[in-house]
């Protein structure tokens, strides 16, 4: 199976999350409570670990650096995860999620400098058609004109750029120590990151604590499917890094946004409560011209 169709399922994934994020934070955590998402998330990484260490008994194979850079990657992960949480209680699924074009062009620069990768000219013209579809799904067209959203491109940008780091880290490593091990060293950077949030961000422990003594059972639940979902997509991204250039297996995450658009209409014709997708006339043509770029682009890169 080609390396595209892989990585393919990452965007597909990410989508699922993406609406089920924003419905939890609507509906179940109006009160800005980020803090018990990504504290819960994080933990929840610890329970993947005896699963990698039973697959792959040998883990300890890496020195102190190669170990601390993989711990890093993982925490860099929830950070990334952070500050896009505080973009999607900003604004729509639909808006943040087309930002997250922007992770090729940093993984681009660090794969070229610390992986020596290249790509060739059709791979490059099809995620430059790719970043252009995606920016065409970023902009919110209204009657006083293009709204640029300063607060969500600064926060969705971090995010981005912890990704790329992310990425390109892993790939480094990974190469000489293998996926598993390296998976592993990442999920301990995680759940360390969150026992770090718990013990040390007031405002994170209150609202960690408060999910359990409200009962909100429901919304554990839907944090849980949030982490699984998107620890399988991470998982399958990092493994597609071994096949192919990082920046252009990041790339196909660019489908993300066609698949959060496509989600959301299904979702608000079928389940109006659920989710709301602006569906215009104006709104549509944009979109479709968006995601018809982005499949030009992906046809290019998976040749």
């Not at 959301?264 to 479709?288: D, H, N, W, Y």
């Amino acid at each position: 199976m080609s390396w595209f169709f892989i990585a393919l399922w990452a965007p597909f994934l990410l989508a699922c999350a993406n609406h089920n994020d924003k419905f939890l934070l609507s509906r179940y955590l109006k009160q800005k409570s980020i803090g018990s998402i990504v504290i819960l998330s994080s933990l929840l990484s610890g329970v993947a670990i005896p699963i990698v260490l039973f697959i792959q008994p040998d883990v300890y194979d890496v020195n102190f650096v190669q170990g601390t850079a993989l711990v890093a990657t993982g925490m860099s992960s929830v950070f990334a995860a952070v500050c896009y949480l505080y973009a999607l209680d900003i604004d729509e699924a639909s808006f943040v999620t087309p930002l997250y074009q922007t992770v090729p062009i940093f993984a681009y620069f660090l794969g070229y400098f610390i992986l020596s990768e290249t790509i060739t000219l059709a791979q490059g013209l099809g995620s430059f058609v790719i970043i252009v579809g995606a920016l065409a799904l970023s902009f919110e067209l209204g009657r006083r004109g293009i709204r640029f959203k300063r607060n969500v491109v600064a926060l969705m940008l971090g995010a981005c750029f912890l990704s790329a780091v992310n990425g390109v880290i892993f790939k480094l490593i990974a190469v000489d120590k293998g996926f598993w091990v390296s998976l592993f060293w990442g999920l301990v950077g995680q759940t360390m990151t969150g026992l770090t949030f718990l013990v040390c961000v007031p405002s994170y422990r209150r609202d960690f604590l408060d999910l359990f003594k409200q009962s909100k059972v429901g919304a554990v639940g839907l944090i849980a499917l949030s982490k699984t979902l998107f620890s399988v997509s991470e998982a399958v991204t990092l493994y597609a890094t071994l096949l192919a250039p990082v920046a252009l297996v990041l790339l196909a995450n660019s489908f993300q946004p066609l698949f959060v658009f496509a989600f959301g209409i299904v979702l608000t014709l079928s389940f109006p409560r659920v989710a709301k997708e602006s569906i215009g006339r104006m709104k549509m043509l944009q979109k479709g011209v968006g995601i018809c770029l982005m499949l030009v682009g992906g046809y290019l890169i998976s040749r």
